[in-house]
């Protein structure tokens, strides 16, 4: 942005949180607009900081979301092995009890 296009206010924003108009920037000597310089482009490194960490933050969420899914999908098929298998191991008894039964009526037959 040009001076030119300063035509309203210039927001600085600082640890202080100040504004500053155009007129009052127009004031300012070089030493001082160096130092405003200065402590906006500090300012613009600490938010660019705050951004990527925040930009990390996100993206480990995203993964995490991701993996939850994944887990939640493996869920699933797990149990429904563990259905079959219980399904199986349930089959496996009732065949053993049947097989009970008919040996003890063979074994009652037999007396």
Same mark, same amino acid.
């Given at each position: 942005?040009? #001076? *030119?296009?300063?035509? &309203?206010?210039?927001?600085?924003?600082?640890?202080?949180?100040?504004?500053?108009?155009? /007129?009052?920037?127009?004031?300012?000597?070089?030493?001082?607009?160096?130092?405003? !310089? !200065?402590? &906006?482009?500090?300012? /613009?490194?600490?938010?660019?900081?705050?951004?990527?960490?925040?930009?990390? &933050?996100? #993206?480990?969420?995203?993964?995490? *979301?991701? @993996?939850?899914?994944?887990?939640?999908?493996?869920?699933?098929? $797990?149990?429904?092995? !563990?259905?079959?298998? #219980?399904?199986?191991?349930? !089959?496996?008894?009732? /065949? $053993?009890?049947?097989?009970?039964?008919?040996?003890?009526?063979? #074994? /009652?037959? @037999?007396?």
């Amino acid at each position: 942005m040009t #001076q *030119i296009g300063l035509t &309203v206010r210039l927001y600085c924003m600082s640890e202080q949180g100040w504004i500053m108009d155009a /007129n009052k920037l127009k004031k300012l000597n070089r030493t001082e607009l160096l130092e405003l !310089l !200065l402590e &906006v482009t500090k300012e /613009n490194e600490r938010l660019k900081k705050r951004i990527k960490v925040y930009e990390e &933050v996100v #993206q480990d969420k995203e993964i995490a *979301i991701k @993996e939850s899914g994944s887990l939640a999908e493996a869920a699933v098929k $797990i149990s429904g092995v !563990l259905e079959a298998a #219980q399904e199986a191991a349930d !089959l496996y008894l009732e /065949n $053993i009890r049947r097989m009970e039964r008919e040996l003890a009526e063979l #074994q /009652n037959d @037999e007396m």
